[in-house]
């Protein structure tokens, strides 16, 4: 891997420890993290207590909270359950393409 690329699993695992981070931070409920694998993609999901959706990072929040997760995911979003609410994320865990050898 290039110096300053990092491996493709660690992005899924920043953004599970951040959607993490924001649960704990955020709802202060019960809370469950699911990693799905889902062709070279893994579905991070976490599940809480709280029906409020996420928003946007305001000055009174720490941490680089959605704007990280809206910059590193494939795709993200939030949904209401009858118990609270899932948020979600899409990264990507394919290797990068190398050109080939001439």
């Given at each position: 891997m290039p110096a300053g690329v990092e491996p493709p699993a660690e992005g899924a695992q920043?953004?599970?420890?951040?959607?993490?981070?924001?649960?704990?931070?955020?709802?202060?409920?019960?809370?469950?993290?699911?990693?799905?694998?889902?062709?070279?993609?893994v579905i991070v999901a976490v599940r809480d207590g709280d029906p409020r959706l996420p928003h946007e990072s305001g000055p009174e929040d720490r941490g680089a909270g959605l704007e990280l997760v809206s910059a590193m995911a494939t795709d993200w979003g939030s949904l209401l359950t009858s118990g609270g609410k899932v948020v979600w994320a899409l990264a990507s865990v394919a290797e990068p393409r190398r050109a080939a050898a001439s």
């Open positions: 920043l953004l599970a420890s951040e959607l993490a981070a924001n649960a704990v931070t955020h709802a202060r409920t019960d809370m469950e993290l699911t990693l799905r694998r889902a062709g070279e993609a």
